[in-house]
């Protein structure tokens, strides 16, 4: 169990025509991020993606973070990204069968314990915790703390938080969770502006626990 986790930074859904580069690089100038989950809108067309997507991974491994797609695993490779981050443990089993020991590969969409049991036996790098659903619904913040406290007590794979306000980051950071991952809130505003504040969040709720 960690006292200090780390940021992860997941981005929107990155399409053909997404020019996040400049944004991108102001949030990871902003505080010591770990990996970068690069969200893709995987009905876009391949070229074009993948026209998209090398800059900002370019940039991620740059500031020295590690560049993970979701969305589309036939890009994994191509784009140069570090690994995968998949959806659901099934989508987890093939993406560790394919990528691993390679690439990275991390497991989020976990619903229930068995299903996270199951993605963690899959010799998963980390699980994810508290992203929303195919509705874009975010669970209670409640139930992702309550998972990710049982998950950090009881297992050894590294467990991610997500934080889609800035309200959860110090609660999440509070459980023993190995990452805090920001999510939605950092890019309605200057992102590098709201990661410098989450990491004063996290600081803080460091030096108090």
């Given at each position: 169990m960690s006292n200090s986790p780390r940021l992860m930074l997941i981005t929107p859904p990155i399409g053909a025509d997404t020019d996040l580069t400049s944004q991108l690089s102001g949030a990871l100038g902003a505080a010591e991020i770990a990996a970068v989950i690069l969200r893709v809108e995987a009905s876009a067309d391949e070229r074009a993606l993948l026209k998209a997507l090398k800059p900002l991974v370019e940039?991620?491994?740059?500031?020295?973070?590690?560049?993970?797609?979701?969305?589309?695993?036939?890009?994994?490779?191509?784009?140069?990204?570090?690994?995968?981050?998949?959806?659901?443990?099934?989508?987890?089993?093939?993406?560790?069968?394919?990528?691993?020991?390679?690439?990275?590969?991390?497991?989020?969409?976990?619903?229930?314990?068995?299903?996270a049991m199951a993605a963690g036996?899959?010799?998963?790098?980390?699980?994810?915790?508290?992203?929303?659903?195919?509705?874009?619904?975010?669970?209670?913040?409640?139930?992702?703390?309550?998972?990710?406290?049982?998950?950090?007590?009881?297992?050894?794979?590294?467990?991610v938080g997500q934080a889609e306000t800035l309200e959860a980051v110090a609660p999440i950071s509070a459980t023993g969770a190995d990452f805090v991952a920001l999510g939605h809130f950092v890019w309605t505003q200057s992102p590098a502006a709201a990661v410098r504040v989450a990491a004063d969040e996290l600081a803080k709720a460091e030096a108090i626990s």
């Open positions: 940039t991620v491994q740059a500031a020295g973070a590690a560049a993970l797609i979701e969305g589309a695993p036939d890009l994994v490779g191509k784009s140069g990204a570090d690994g995968m981050h998949a959806l659901g443990e099934r989508n987890g089993r093939e993406a560790t069968s394919r990528f691993k020991p390679e690439k990275l590969v991390g497991i989020g969409g976990l619903r229930t314990r068995d299903t036996e899959t010799g998963a790098d980390y699980v994810l915790f508290g992203d929303p659903g195919k509705g874009g619904e975010t669970p209670p913040i409640d139930a992702t703390l309550e998972r990710l406290e049982w998950w950090a007590e009881i297992f050894v794979t590294p467990c």
